[in-house]
């Protein structure tokens, strides 16, 4: 199983960001799905996940309600968006696949609920 992120590079500042993550290998409708980043000055941190189902998210309380993620398990594809973004935001982008069998509606936060990683998107604020 492999994860592909796409979308980072510059973004205005106030403006959004959109991130896609795209598995293969397999099936996304088996794994529950994470955004994590790296941001200067700081360690990896989770910024959303969402059930194995796609229908329960989960947010961390610093995205301030700014984050959105969908998860399109017939293009076998995740998506973050994030707005009103701040040179705050600015770092490496991860996309993470959680383990199977694992109750459809359950969410994970934790880095090591995720075994599969994404190599991880640049992204710079600009302006």
């Known amino acids: 199983v492999q994860l592909v992120e796409s979308g980072g590079g510059f973004v205005q500042s106030g403006g959004s960001l959109s991130l896609s993550c795209v598995l293969t290998g397999d099936t996304m409708n088996k794994y529950p799905m994470a955004w994590f980043r790296q941001v200067a000055g700081k360690g990896r941190e989770i910024v959303s996940s969402?059930?194995?189902?796609?229908?329960?998210?989960f947010y961390a309380d610093s995205m301030n309600g700014r984050a959105f993620i969908s998860k399109d398990n017939q293009n076998n594809t995740a998506r973050l968006q994030l707005n009103g973004m701040t040179s705050e935001d600015a770092g490496v982008y991860y996309c993470?696949?959680?383990?199977?069998?694992?109750?459809?509606?359950?969410?994970?936060?934790?880095?090591?609920?995720?075994?599969?990683w994404g190599q991880g998107t640049q992204v710079t604020l600009s302006g």
């Open positions: 969402v059930s194995q189902s796609g229908r329960i998210p």
């Open positions: 993470a696949a959680g383990m199977v069998n694992v109750p459809p509606h359950s969410t994970y936060d934790r880095g090591y609920e995720f075994p599969i």
